[in-house]
């Protein structure tokens, strides 16, 4: 196999289409699928070869990469593609997933004679654009120099784990502290505007300290500025993993209430009509309206 492949990217929300951009700017032939057409069609202006079906995606492409919702969208989109897929290929299954699932997944893989890849990533819009996402890729280590091209297109770090299921467990246990300090950052400036306190005071108060940290600023920024769309990362879809990782440490003997009492606020934001919007509008869930 060249360094230069055939992919099809099956998903091109914001994720998916800023990897098929990626990987078209390292010249690679990319095939791109979506639910919503539209949003497939437009990557044809990058390059890319917007197709009808996910089974026309995957017919005689070197690998796979999905990046749909959930676990369910991965498994319907499958059944249609991996019949037309080539025994072989290599899947690089990137959409965030229950543990359950990318079991699942795995033993469809094996069924067809695919090399599967348990590898969702690490960053939202901004580092998925620029390119500089972290890869967390479990699968066959006989072939992962075959899929090197493709996690280098789309990342700036890849960490290599062993088995299938390696890379959801760290990327649970990675968002379940990403999704704490959105509700963290959220809740601290909701209670400092509640009782009259500057939020600048706060972060005058913190700067250069332990409990500083720049992605609390960031998101907090984001709040105060109200500009939340459009999202680096939903809040539904933000619900979405907080679920999934609430339900990993249940079925591992682990209470996660701040986990669960976050997937509430996510709810409740939605609720309020701010499901598109990004995960920073968390914000509005600690009022009524």
Do not use: C
Not at 151 to 163: H, I, K, N, Y
Not at 166 to 191: C, I, P, Q, Y
Not at 226 to 232: G, V
């Amino acid at each position: 196999m060249t360094d230069t492949l055939t992919v099809a990217v099956l998903g091109t929300g914001i994720m998916g289409a800023a990897m098929a951009r990626n990987l078209l700017k390292a010249g690679h032939t990319v095939r791109v699928w979506n639910r919503s057409a539209d949003k497939a069609a437009a990557l044809a202006g990058d390059g890319a070869v917007p197709v009808e079906s996910a089974a026309e995606a995957v017919r005689d492409a070197d690998v796979m990469l999905t990046m749909l919702y959930d676990g369910a969208a991965v498994s319907e989109v499958m059944d249609e593609a991996l019949p037309a897929v080539r025994s072989g290929a290599l899947w690089m299954q990137s959409t965030t997933v229950s543990l359950d699932d990318v079991d699942r997944l795995a033993a469809r893989a094996a069924e067809h004679g695919l090399a599967f890849y348990d590898a969702p990533v690490l960053g939202t819009r901004q580092p998925a654009e620029a390119g500089q996402l972290t890869v967390l890729a479990a699968g066959p280590g006989e072939r992962r120099e075959e899929l090197t091209p493709i996690v280098e297109a789309v990342g700036s770090r890849t960490v290599w784990l062993d088995r299938p299921g390696d890379a959801t467990r760290l990327k649970l246990v990675a968002n379940s502290w990403v999704l704490a300090l959105t509700h963290a950052g959220a809740e601290t400036l909701s209670l400092a505007e509640a009782l009259g306190v500057d939020p600048d005071r706060f972060f005058q108060l913190i700067e250069g300290g332990p409990l500083d940290n720049g992605y609390l600023r960031a998101k907090v920024g984001l709040m105060r500025s109200d500009q939340l769309s459009p999202a680096s990362f939903a809040v539904t879809t933000a619900e979405k993993d907080a679920r999934l990782i609430a339900e990993a440490g249940r079925r591992h003997g682990v209470r996660l209430d701040l986990v669960e009492a976050g997937a509430e606020r996510f709810r409740r934001a939605a609720d309020q009509g701010h499901g598109d919007k990004d995960m920073a509008a968390t914000y509005y869930a600690s009022f009524d309206k």
